[in-house]
């Protein structure tokens, strides 16, 4: 099985202040099609999961712009250009290249300071 | 309007069997697999499995192969996720999920997501 790890696993931020996660797969997702099949999500308090990022950098639609998603093979991040109030809560990772067996991330809180 | 709407929380004592549900609307049932996710109190996310409502083809995580059985039922556009003899450990909130696109046989990046049901197991 592909191990997702993730850090900080806890983010204070300030908003207006550019956030920024890390995620490493075990394994590389790079498929030989040329995707990297890597997937962000928040989970907002009291919500399921939203898909930010798919494909390791592409938005999901009704995505904010200030969420961006970049990396390659085993080492991926998310940054968030300004954060905003709203952004608050659990981020993960998730690697689809054993689709359907997928594997999330710890998680990363991000709180405000 | 893709929607997946899940059946209402439960509170059961250990031993007891559960069956719970996820209903699809709005798009073609048959042609996507759904998923389920548990997420234990405080922790986060675990990918249970998948199944496919076109024939019922079932494929579990290492985790769970054995604690859980999936089901669906075509005519009523629904899954379901079932236990023969819960345990406390079986508490948690457990998602459904719809991938977001499907492509050379496979389907990826889980997009629509249920409200999630809530399972307390405790006696």
């Known amino acids: 099985d592909i191990v997702m790890t993730q850090s900080p696993l806890s983010l204070p931020v300030t908003p207006g202040e550019p956030a920024s996660i890390s995620c490493r797969s075990s394994?590389?997702?790079?498929?030989?099609?040329?995707?990297?099949?890597l997937d962000w999500y928040l989970q907002k308090p009291g919500q399921s999961p939203q898909l930010l990022i798919y494909?390791?950098?592409d938005r999901a639609s009704g995505v904010p712009d200030r969420f961006s998603g970049s990396g390659s093979g085993t080492n991926f991040t998310l940054k968030i250009s300004r954060v905003e109030a709203e952004d608050v809560g659990v981020y993960y990772c998730m690697q689809g290249l054993e689709s359907p067996r997928f594997t999330f991330g710890p998680g990363t809180k991000v709180d405000l300071k | 309007e893709v929607q997946l709407v899940q059946s209402g929380p439960e509170v059961k004592k250990p031993g007891e069997s559960l069956k719970i549900s996820c209903t699809g609307s709005?798009?073609?049932?048959?042609?996507?697999?759904l998923g389920w996710v548990r997420q234990t109190p405080g922790k986060g996310l675990e990918w249970m499995g998948i199944?496919?409502?076109?024939?019922?083809?079932?494929i579990y995580s290492p985790s769970f192969q054995g604690q859980v059985t999936f089901s669906a039922d075509r005519s009523l556009r629904t899954v379901y996720l079932q236990w023969s003899s819960l345990q406390a450990s079986d508490t948690a909130i457990y998602f459904c999920?719809?991938?977001?696109?499907?492509?050379?046989?496979?389907?990826?990046?889980?997009?629509?997501w249920g409200q999630g049901t809530l399972v307390i197991v405790s006696s």
């Open positions: 494909l390791g950098s």
């Open positions: 394994q590389s997702l790079l498929h030989r099609n040329g995707y990297n099949y």
């Open positions: 709005g798009y073609s049932f048959p042609s996507y697999w």
């Open positions: 199944i496919y409502p076109s024939n019922s083809d079932s």
């Open positions: 999920a719809r991938a977001r696109y499907c492509s050379g046989g496979g389907c990826y990046s889980p997009e629509y």
